[in-house]
């Protein structure tokens, strides 16, 4: 858990320190969070977006403070444009996401595969002696002839 401490520490400082608080702007403070937003934490993942949120008002209050104290005319970090947390959208993995992913190299964060390719990857690891990881499964869905007539 983030404590206020830490974040200044640890992200403020680094990504805002070197500025005059009377010279800080929207656009550097909006560059500063969108640098804390890409940054790596424990266990290789992308900072959360509650954290990035604790950070921003970690942030705005110092700021408010300061220009409550007339350091600063403006809160620059009044409008920052933040990731909204949703989280991401499973898509099914078929031919046609496999082709633009071999073509582009971007793919979906979430992807589950269709039968077709949750078979070719059994199949091609039938006899490997490695572990399967954790979350490899395949379940199948209902029956399409089973399922009842929606109105």
């Not at 408010?64 to 990731?83: C, K």
């Not at 399967?132 to 002839?145: E, I, K, L, M, N």
């Amino acid at each position: 858990m983030l404590n206020y401490r830490s974040i200044v520490d640890r992200y403020l400082i680094p990504h805002l320190g070197r500025f005059r608080l009377s010279k800080l702007r929207t656009r550097t403070v909006q560059r500063a969070m969108d640098a804390v937003c890409r940054q790596v934490v424990r266990g290789g993942r992308l900072i959360s977006p509650g954290s990035v949120s604790r950070i921003r008002a970690v942030l705005r209050s110092a700021l408010s403070e300061a220009r409550r104290q007339g350091i600063v005319g403006h809160n620059p970090a009044r409008n920052l444009r933040l990731p909204n947390g949703a989280r991401p959208h499973a898509v099914v993995w078929d031919d046609e996401h496999e082709a633009v992913w071999r073509e582009t190299g971007v793919r979906s964060r979430v992807a589950v595969w269709d039968l077709d390719n949750l078979t070719r990857f059994l199949e091609a690891v039938r006899d490997d002696p490695t572990p399967r990881p954790a979350g490899v499964s395949g379940t199948p869905g209902p029956d399409p002839g089973t399922q009842p007539d929606r109105p």
